[in-house]
């Protein structure tokens, strides 16, 4: 079983990169949130393994930035009709944070913003979850209560004006982070718009 690869970071396409280990290229599959985390293409790269082995024994490595993204992956799979393409999904549109946050408070609106994920499927992964998820012990900072859905107006706003989904997305989770729960609108816009650009 493999825990985590260690390596130069060599390659990138959209879903997949590889990381050279002592003269070895791992293929890794990768959600788009952990390819913009990822360090510049030459340095050192660290990512948390998922070993995945389908029925014709094709191995998939999917690899995560952090253990707690790899933990959320893992939790989804434990739902009957999640798949590692949908779970990859959930990784790639909602932190930790916010996938606790969506499952705890029942959010299915949140969750049916992921590709393939629809309404049934939402509340049978809430029915499912909800239980344990507060349980789960998280490395970084998760504070369920306090943590804010992201304002949905603002991101169909930058992506009106040309941003692509996901990028709308972690900018909007940025201007959040910084600026508090009780934001206004227009400051969540004026900061969120500067992370689009950047």
């Known amino acids: 079983m493999i825990s ?3 390596g130069v970071f060599v390659h990138k396409d959209t879903k997949q990169v590889t ?18 985390d990822l360090p ?9 393994i998922y070993y995945h082995q389908n029925r014709d024994n094709k191995i998939t490595l999917y690899g995560f930035i952090s253990r707690d993204a790899l933990k959320v992956f893992e939790l989804a799979l434990t739902v009957s009709g999640v798949g590692p393409t949908l779970a990859q999904n959930i990784v790639a549109r909602l932190s930790p944070a916010q996938f606790q946050r969506a499952i705890h408070s029942g959010d299915t609106a949140a969750l049916t913003r ?4 629809g309404r049934e499927l939402a509340q049978v992964m809430i029915s499912k979850l909800k239980k344990n998820i507060t349980k789960m012990a998280f490395e970084g900072e998760v504070d369920i209560e306090n943590t804010v859905s992201l304002n949905t107006e603002v991101i169909e706003l930058l992506i009106n004006l040309g941003a692509p989904e996901l990028q709308a997305e972690k900018a909007v989770e940025k201007a959040q982070k910084i600026l508090g729960p009780s934001a206004k609108r227009e400051d969540i816009v004026q900061h969120a718009l500067r992370y689009v650009q950047n």
Do not use: M
């Open 40 to 48: 510049p293409i030459g340095d050192t790269v660290t990512l948390y």
């Open 19 to 36: 990381v050279d280990v002592n003269g070895v290229g791992y293929a890794v599959d990768v959600s788009p949130r952990t390819l913009t």
């Open 4 to 6: 985590y690869i260690k």
């Open 114 to 117: 992921i590709p393939r994920l």
